[in-house]
């Protein structure tokens, strides 16, 4: 079924400690985009690709960096967690396609840095 | 600069009675906006968009470009219409689409 994954769901972690949040589509899409969110706030770009080997930073400055080898897997890491780095992380993906374009959320990742 | 606010971060009514949910946006071209709806324990997901006029869940929106406004109307609100509701707008950063969003605004429709 064509959907749009990111694991772990919810991850409590450490700080200094590297970490690497999962998202995968199988939608078929070329843009993809992660988005911070924290509670009552609005969700901020911070990386999106147009395809493969296309990274861009969005608006929100990150220390995450992401990766594009596939058309289907947009991984986020971080190299040393820290606790400022708490937060919602959303993966969401779209066609490329102009007229129609709009955005298909996966069920986000809860990131807790102790 | 482009930017979307939503004034209401929580909004209560009773069941059967209207709601409308505010959303106000800044932006210097002609925009695309949309409403995007997030249940409880679901994911964020599309509710409506502004260009294809039509009414989800018996929910509207028009777009007000003179209050450069685009509230979320429903004439009588449900129990099952109790989420988060974001409002984004779609415009053009280079050759590229991007969504802003607003705070959102949680509904709680009481029985």
């Known amino acids: 079924e064509a959907d749009i994954y990111q694991t772990p769901r919810y991850l409590v972690i450490g700080t200094g400690k590297k970490i690497t949040l999962e998202c995968s589509q199988t939608?078929?899409?070329?843009?993809m985009y992660w988005y911070q969110q924290d509670p009552g706030m609005e969700l901020h770009l911070i990386h999106y690709?147009?395809?493969?080997?296309?990274?861009e930073k969005g608006d929100l400055s990150s220390e995450s960096t992401v990766s594009r080898i596939r058309t289907e897997h947009f991984p986020l890491t971080l190299e040393s967690a820290r606790p400022s780095h708490t937060s919602q992380y959303l993966c969401?993906?779209?066609?490329?396609?102009?007229?129609?374009?709009?955005?298909?959320f996966g069920s986000g990742t809860q990131l807790s840095v102790l | 600069a482009q930017r979307v606010t939503q004034p209401e971060k929580l909004l209560s009514v009773f069941k059967g009675a209207p709601v409308e949910l505010k959303c106000n946006y800044s932006y210097s071209g002609s925009p695309e906006l949309f409403w995007y709806v997030q249940y409880s324990r679901q994911r964020l997901q599309l509710l409506l968009r502004?260009?294809s006029r039509e009414s989800i869940k018996g929910f509207t929106a028009d777009l007000n470009k003179g209050e450069t406004s685009f509230h979320l109307k429903k004439p009588f609100a449900q129990e099952e219409d109790s989420a988060m509701y974001y409002c984004a707008l779609k415009g053009r950063l280079g050759n590229f689409n991007k969504f802003y969003f607003g705070s959102g605004t949680k509904l709680n429709v009481k029985p």
């Open positions: 690709s147009y395809g493969v080997n296309s990274t």
């Open positions: 502004h260009i």
């Open positions: 939608m078929g899409h070329d843009k």
């Open positions: 969401a993906s779209s066609p490329m396609t102009g007229g129609n374009e709009k955005l298909f």
